[in-house]
């Protein structure tokens, strides 16, 4: 892996912006110099370094024909996204909330000039409409009957991350994409506070409403995809909508439930406490919180994100919530052609294998490796290789062509 960040902490969100390059969405020396500016295990400086990197790109695009100042505003949005990263949590702070602001600016900066641009859409949901942007197949006339690939984010990933890593290799395939933050994430959670929730095929069923409303989207090639947690979201999502053709999941991780079931049973927890997580007392939670806080990498998923995500007021409580995060009862309810992604070194990924075989015949496993540079979470090192092989994949299912 390369290493630019002496913080692995630091290190492991400047990944995205690793992975951007391949589509002109980050620099390599805007990199480095943001690195040489940050002090180790300080996050403000961190958070400074990217938001001047990220504030001169913005000051310059004005001036740059539309080409080259729609690549500037993308690079702005990814510099922007891992900014605030370090600082998710329940706390309100304005270093989250106007690094994505101005991410949010910067990405709709970028999204206009796009040829045909990218169309920002709201998605009606109930509590609060779902917001993202529909990006057109590249090569093909706007309003251009073509299959489309849904998006799904993760934890803590923006529509800007999902845009550059995985929508723009779609649409340059011959595909529509929708992107959408969905309840915790994103917008829906920095800006609304709406948090994450399990059961979500309630989410997708909407989208799906939305995407098959669009005389440009043929409706009998819609699928979905989901990365990082999301490979969890995408399956379930599919388990209750079986008007898609086709499903990714990237990583294949049947849910934050099993994985953490698996843990317990690993460290001398019998296998039915660990198959109620949320019966386990607060004692035992914060036994386990106290054991993963040790480094500033598990206080942040713990103590920060966890929580806030969740929408619960401490790291015990969003241990517990994680009980319903399974698709335990949906594996047989996912009817399309579902392909479950494997990386090497990605902890995420080691249930993949069982996953696809639940699935049966629906159930398609491809694995990624150190030695592709593709061996890490979602494959951010090698990017265009995931994507590459992925849309082979999707291709077939669909025949888009």
Do not use: K
Not at 194 to 201: K, S
Not at 280 to 297: E, F, K, P
């Amino acid at each position: 892996m390369s290493t630019l960040f002496a913080d692995p902490f630091h290190q492991d969100f400047a990944n995205l912006a690793l992975a951007a390059i391949s589509v002109g969405a980050a620099d390599a020396g805007e990199i480095a110099t943001v690195a040489e500016r940050t002090t180790p295990g300080d996050d403000e400086s961190y958070y400074a370094a990217w938001v001047v990197a990220a504030d001169a790109v913005v000051a310059g695009a004005g001036s740059l024909e539309p080409d080259a100042a729609r690549q500037a505003y993308l690079r702005a949005a990814v510099y922007y996204s891992i900014a605030w990263h370090p600082f998710l949590g329940p706390t309100a702070n304005d270093r989250l909330t106007d690094a994505f602001g101005r991410e949010t600016q910067a990405l709709a900066q970028a999204a206009a000039r796009f040829e045909p641009a990218l169309e920002a859409v709201s998605i009606p949901f109930p509590g609060h409409d779902m917001p993202g942007y529909f990006v057109p197949a590249s090569g093909h006339p706007a309003g251009t009957r073509r299959p489309l690939l849904i998006c799904t984010n993760g934890y803590d990933a923006s529509v800007s991350a999902m845009l550059v890593c995985s929508a723009l290799a779609a649409s340059a395939r011959g595909h529509h994409c929708l992107l959408f933050d969905g309840p915790g994430q994103g917008a829906m959670l920095i800006e609304h506070g709406v948090p994450l929730r399990a059961d979500w095929e309630v989410v997708i069923r909407p989208v799906v409403d939305f995407a098959l409303a669009r005389a440009d989207v043929d409706p009998a090639r819609v699928a979905l995809t989901g990365w990082s947690l999301g490979g969890y979201l995408a399956p379930r999502g599919a388990s209750g909508e079986h008007r898609l053709a086709a499903c990714i999941a990237d990583p294949g991780m049947p849910g934050q439930a099993d994985v953490m079931r698996r843990r317990l049973v690993a460290n001398g927890f019998t296998a039915d406490q660990a198959a109620h997580l949320e019966e386990l007392s607060d004692d035992v939670l914060s036994t386990i919180v106290a054991g993963g806080t040790q480094t500033r990498d598990g206080r942040w998923r713990l103590e920060q994100r966890g929580p806030f995500v969740h929408g619960v007021a401490t790291a015990a409580e969003a241990l517990r919530a994680l009980a319903p995060y399974s698709m335990e009862g949906h594996y047989e309810q996912v009817t399309c052609p579902t392909l479950l992604t494997a990386a090497e070194n990605d902890p995420l990924s080691a249930l993949a294998t069982d996953f696809a075989q639940r699935l049966g015949e629906r159930g398609h496993l491809m694995r990624f490796t150190a030695a592709e540079g593709a061996g890490d979470h979602c494959e951010l090192l090698n990017r265009p290789l995931a994507n590459e092989r992925m849309l082979d994949w999707l291709d077939t299912v669909l025949a888009p062509d």
